[in-house]
């Protein structure tokens, strides 16, 4: 826009108190562009990378999973379920999220109240991330929350490396061999 045309619609606007819209040139109309030529659907050379700081979503759960119904964890928490442990040794109840996060990249269950009733009835709903295998272990030499512990197979359980943290537990792997028992702590304080 010119500076008369500013100047002349500052004046309008001062003298009739009215704001004053200039009407747009007009241009003929355009023709409709040519459909493009059929062949392969265009391909976009990199696939869109997923929305940062978004976990995958957890597999569905199945109902079909019964605990003793004093293992339970309360309404709104998780916790992690090895099959092969006594109801004693499993993990303490934990944030859903924590315990999908653990569970899948540890395995295990993940298992959730589904109603008031489950804490009468012990059915829980499930979702299954993998066995752990616990095989020869007995349940008190289990590493304490939080911490891993090397298994070395054929050695007898009072002469296992003690439980340690799990980078340590893990450089000890590589030296020696054997397997990284892990257990999960709670998240919820």
């Not at 004093?70 to 092969?84: A, K, S």
């Not at 929350?145 to 590589?174: K, N």
Request: net charge positive; glycine share 6%; hydrophobic share 30%.
């Amino acid at each position: 826009m010119k500076t008369s045309q500013v100047l002349l619609l500052a004046v309008l606007f001062a003298s009739t108190g009215c704001i004053v819209v200039p009407a747009r040139e007009h241009r003929a109309p355009q023709p409709a562009p040519s459909p493009p030529p059929p062949g392969p659907p265009p391909r976009h050379p990199h696939p869109r990378p997923p929305p940062p700081h978004q976990p995958p979503a957890p597999p569905p759960a199945s109902a079909n999973f019964h605990v003793p119904p004093d293992r339970v964890p309360p309404q709104g928490l998780c916790r992690i379920w090895y099959r092969n442990l006594p109801p004693d040794r499993q993990p303490a109840s934990m944030s859903c999220p924590y315990a999908h996060q653990t569970a899948r990249s540890s395995g295990g269950l993940v298992i959730v109240a589904t109603s008031a009733r489950s804490f009468q009835t012990g059915e829980v709903g499930a979702t299954d991330y993998g066995p752990v295998n616990f095989d020869g272990v007995p349940p008190d030499r289990l590493p304490p929350p939080g911490l891993c512990r090397l298994w070395l197979d054929g050695v007898p359980p009072d002469r296992q490396p003690a439980p340690t943290s799990c980078h340590e537990a893990h450089a000890q792997q590589r030296r020696s061999g054997g397997r990284v028992l892990f257990m999960p702590a709670s998240d919820v304080r």
